[in-house]
């Protein structure tokens, strides 16, 4: 038998998967920690989103801190009530944010 200098083996492989349900998975999850390290590089880093609470003296009424510096913190403050001149609505989620009526 003679050897040709034409004759080739060629040999392919082929992976074929029949589980597309995970390429779904495994994309969206790329795309969601993609989007999620977008929003922290275009806020400026991890450093700048974890030293913003607090440091702009408006924060949360239920973090414990006198935020504007008026006095009186979360409970005892007016700013943190939805009806602050009865002291009635204590609301966590509102922001101190008049440090005159901490008196």
Not at 4 to 10: L, M, P
Not at 63 to 82: F, H, L, M, R, T
């Amino acid at each position: 038998m003679s050897e040709d200098k034409e004759d080739k083996v060629e040999v392919r492989v082929v992976v074929e998967s029949k589980d597309s349900a995970s390429k779904i998975i495994l994309i969206a999850l790329t795309l969601v920690l993609l989007g999620i390290l977008i929003a922290v590089a275009s806020s400026g880093g991890v450093d700048e989103l974890l030293s913003k609470r607090g440091d702009s003296g408006v924060g949360n009424c239920g973090d414990g801190i006198d935020n504007d510096n008026g006095g009186q913190a979360d409970e005892d403050d007016p700013d943190c009530y939805s009806n602050p001149k009865l002291w009635e609505g204590y609301d966590p989620s509102l922001t101190e944010d008049q440090p005159d009526n901490d008196v």
